[in-house]
């Protein structure tokens, strides 16, 4: 009788002391409960690895955006084509970083799941969503502006080349942050909605549900936010290979021509190793989610579930790395903003020459890489 009144006496403490979730468990219930069978649960097993690897990617995605974002304001760099492009890729890299993620380092560091219809789990899946096909919309965007550049007629982009204008670089920019909000808006809205995934730390559109109104949204979705864009970017390669294996090409071209021919090479090789990297982080994501579609539930169990999920995060890290790996001139101008940063170029008396590392020459003129 005694043994019987201390557990009770202890399960109320634990009950007590313990951090509920939402179904009346504590954390420290579903350990010892899991325990007592010989498993450990996903909190307890996985959530050093969880935090880590987030911790890891939220470091780098923040410093490696900033600096991008740094880099690319610099007059050398600004005065190319690309340059808008490349920075809101960063902006919406960052923008994830700081206001998307810390969602599920709450939820896995407090143990409080997240739950459908909750505000948490509403912004997590929205703003993860909106910025991550904003994103791939930049990047066919880009696709496009090659494919149009490098096969046009004009060797040397100009400013008064109207698809190249500001106006049409401003508006093409908007075009795609509106394209992302408006392809998660539907669940706002009452189409469909945003659920947890299997562990409770991360929030998604309803892959697995059998309604008509979850079923079609998930399809479109799938259309509008992977596989659409893709068709267009793999079609503007394949015209910028044709064009470019033309054996007349290269045929009777200038010194300057020459070079911007390999620099144009170059840009190409950049961005497709920023497209592929981007297709390998979302893949598994997306395959799960038409697993999902057509399975009508999970397809991965907890721990594993959060593996394609924490790939697809992982996708703010590597544009600044294929920046810094493949670009000569992003490499140069780190180097001089570094310099300056150091040595106080831009607040001192120094000439200007002794803190540029940049040929003037080289300064002014409007080049797409």
């Not at 550049?149 to 982009?157: D, E, F």
């Amino acid at each position: 009788m005694a043994g019987k009144s201390f557990e009770n006496k202890t399960n109320a403490s634990f009950s007590t002391n313990g951090r509920s979730d939402l179904h009346g468990l504590s954390i420290f219930d579903i350990t010892t409960n899991a325990s007592s069978t010989g498993s450990l649960a996903w909190y307890d097993r996985n959530y050093y690895s969880y935090g880590t690897v987030m911790f890891f990617i939220l470091t780098l995605g923040f410093l490696g955006n900033v600096l991008t974002i740094i880099v690319f304001l610099q007059r050398e760099q600004r005065t190319k084509v690309i340059a808008p492009f490349v920075i809101n890729l960063a902006v919406a890299d960052l923008f994830i970083v700081l206001f998307g993620y810390p969602v599920a380092i709450t939820a896995n560091l407090s143990g409080m799941k997240l739950v459908s219809g909750e505000s948490r789990c509403t912004w997590s899946a929205f703003v993860n969503g909106a910025t991550g096909i904003a994103s791939i919309a930049m990047l066919t965007e880009i696709s496009v502006l090659m494919c149009y550049t490098i096969t046009s007629v004009k060797p040397v982009v100009t400013r008064k080349d109207k698809f190249l204008s500001r106006k049409f670089t401003v508006s093409v920019l908007v075009g795609a942050w509106i394209y992302g909000i408006l392809s998660m808006s539907p669940p706002l809205l009452g189409w469909s909605r945003f659920v947890p995934g299997s562990a409770g730390i991360s929030c998604g559109p309803e892959w697995g549900s059998s309604t008509i109104e979850a079923l079609t949204y998930s399809i479109g979705l799938m259309f509008i936010g992977f596989f659409l864009p893709m068709t267009i970017i793999l079609v503007s390669f394949y015209r910028i290979y044709r064009f470019l294996s033309q054996s007349n090409v290269p045929t009777n071209l200038g010194i300057l021509q020459s070079r911007h021919h390999q620099s144009q090479m170059k840009i190409v090789h950049m961005i497709i190793m920023t497209i592929v990297a981007f297709v390998i982080s979302w893949s598994p994501y997306c395959a799960v989610s038409l697993g999902a579609m057509f399975r009508r539930g999970h397809v991965l169990a907890h721990g594993e579930a959060e593996i394609p999920e924490l790939l697809a995060k992982s996708s703010v890290i590597y544009n600044p790395i294929i920046y810094m790996t493949m670009s000569k001139n992003f490499r140069k101008t780190v180097k001089r903003t570094i310099f300056q940063s150091l040595s106080g170029c831009s607040r001192s008396l120094v000439r200007p020459s002794v803190c540029s590392l940049q040929p003037r020459a080289h300064r002014d003129r409007k080049e797409f890489v």
